[in-house]
């Protein structure tokens, strides 16, 4: 093996840091250690007899398959016992878990566990998005105050893919560097530093088919950019696999845009803010890009409850404020 791995580039971004312990080096590198896990059953899904759902249905509404809660579970046994974490929000449950006082950290981890699990009886990439944040409440319990928090508070995010390869994708504001899992050896190795969103957009990632439900200023968007394609060239691709962090991944990788607008179906949105949206807006910030609801950027909305749910535009920073004016065009023509 050679490069850098994991723990010895998140210790050396804490360096410096006048508050820095150590914790949330080892709170990332145990959120790495759940990933090898998870990234081990997802690879041999099929031999070991976890493929498929297990017929129950989660706090969202959504059926629940075997690798859901297998990862639920490891998350669950790695990072909540890790002694870094006073708290775990999951997309998968109802409500927050608190950590007994006495083996708590300073940290509270929203994540969801298996983003994408619709496509896993198909073996197309699914993945784990995470955002943290550190406790600020003087309480020995968990509170509000330490849960229900914008982005924009948050102080690392990342998201592990588990594709081709698994992939460790991470930031703590200082850019965005990407970790390839060699399974020779059981490390996460650097291999994308300072991951920058390309200039220009190549990729539309939205589902066309819902395009009947979609509000008059998704259509103007959309049609906006497939107007750059002519005679001379295609400009611009559609691509929707339909696992936000595989969609979010290849935008960030080759440039793009991922659309999921509120609409008549899902009038507040379908991405959940907490667990998907805000981790991702923080990496697309962070790569140059940017990410909005339409009206206000994800980082800055405070979620009104655990399962807060909204719109999502976000990759090349041009193409989210296009999409901005495209619903400020919209709602003024509708008086």
């Known amino acids: 093996m050679q490069g ?4 010895q580039h998140i210790r050396a971004s804490q360096k410096g840091h006048a508050n820095a312990r150590g914790e949330l080096t080892a709170l990332l590198t145990e959120i790495g250690v759940a990933g090898k896990v998870i990234s081990s059953k997802v690879n041999m899904a099929g031999l070991v007899k976890i ?18 809660e297998y990862a639920e579970h490891t998350i669950q046994s790695i990072v909540g016992e890790s002694g870094h974490v006073c708290a775990l929000m999951s997309e998968e449950l109802q409500s927050i878990i608190e950590v007994p006082a006495e083996f708590a950290g300073e940290y509270i981890v ?3 566990p298996l983003d994408g699990s619709s496509n896993i009886d198909a073996n197309v990439s699914i993945g784990t998005i995470f955002g943290i944040y550190q406790k600020v409440s003087a309480d020995s319990e968990v509170t509000r105050s330490d849960t229900m928090r914008p982005g924009r508070e948050m102080v690392a995010a990342g998201y592990i893919i588990y594709g081709s390869s698994t992939m460790f994708v991470y930031s703590v504001g200082d850019g965005v560097h990407g970790f390839t899992l060699d399974p020779m050896v059981g490390e996460y190795v650097l291999s994308h530093e300072n991951i920058r969103l390309p200039a220009k957009c190549k990729t539309l990632s939205v589902n066309h088919c819902n395009s009947p439900y979609w509000p008059q200023w998704t259509h103007d968007f959309v049609d906006s950019l497939l107007q750059r394609n002519d005679a001379e060239k295609r400009r ?3 691509r929707h696999i339909g696992s936000l962090v595989a969609d979010f991944h290849r935008n960030l990788i080759y440039g793009g845009v991922f659309l999921y607008p509120t609409d008549r179906r899902s009038p507040q949105g379908k991405l959940r803010l907490l667990y998907e949206a805000a981790p991702l807006a923080m ?12 009206h206000t950027d994800i980082r800055d909305i405070s979620p009104r409850e655990l399962h807060h749910r909204t719109g999502l535009i976000i990759g090349n920073e041009a193409e989210v404020r296009l999409a901005e004016e495209c619903v400020r065009a919209a709602e003024e023509q509708a008086g």
């Open 4 to 7: 850098t791995t994991l723990t």
């Open 51 to 68: 493929l498929g759902s297990t017929g129950r249905v989660n706090v969202q509404g959504e059926v629940v398959q075997k690798l859901d």
């Open 110 to 112: 929203a994540y969801d």
């Open 236 to 238: 611009i691709s559609c």
């Open 283 to 294: 990496l697309a910030e962070q790569a140059g890009g940017a990410a909005s609801d339409g």
